[in-house]
């Protein structure tokens, strides 16, 4: 099991910049692929990014390619999210999670943070 903290959200402009990170705790956070993922008032949650265990793949939902980026540090049991040109639409409650496979399904994804609130104003 993998304990999970985001950090990083907040308010910011249209065309804006925020980086998120999640803490992991537990001896299994290099063993998991981290993904990202948003849900936004009264909508499901979104797939955002993945990235495998070693940081060497990553993959990304349409909307935010080219201008997300999702990396880890696995000595600091880390990963981070790097957002920018960001938009209105953008707005969610982003969360990370872990799994044991590479899937941007959320059911795939055993370990949960609570979620850090990002809103970005027109």
């Known amino acids: 099991q993998v304990q999970l903290v985001e950090s990083g959200g907040g308010l910011v402009q249209a065309g804006g910049s925020l980086r998120l990170s999640c803490a992991a705790s537990g001896r299994a956070f290099n063993s998991r692929v981290m993904g990202w993922f948003r849900q936004a008032p009264g909508k499901g949650r979104e797939f955002v990014s993945l990235?495998?265990?070693?940081?060497?793949?990553?993959y990304y939902a349409d909307s935010v390619k080219g201008r997300f980026t999702s990396s880890r540090d696995n000595a600091k049991n880390t990963v981070y999210l790097q957002m920018n040109s960001l938009k209105p639409e953008d707005t969610a409650v982003y969360y990370c999670?872990?799994?044991?496979?590479?899937?941007?399904?959320?059911?795939?994804?055993?370990?949960w943070g609570r979620g850090t609130q990002v809103t970005v104003s027109s």
């Open positions: 999670a872990a799994s044991r496979s590479v899937s941007s399904d959320y059911a795939k994804y055993d370990d």
């Open positions: 990235i495998n265990q070693s940081g060497g793949m990553t």
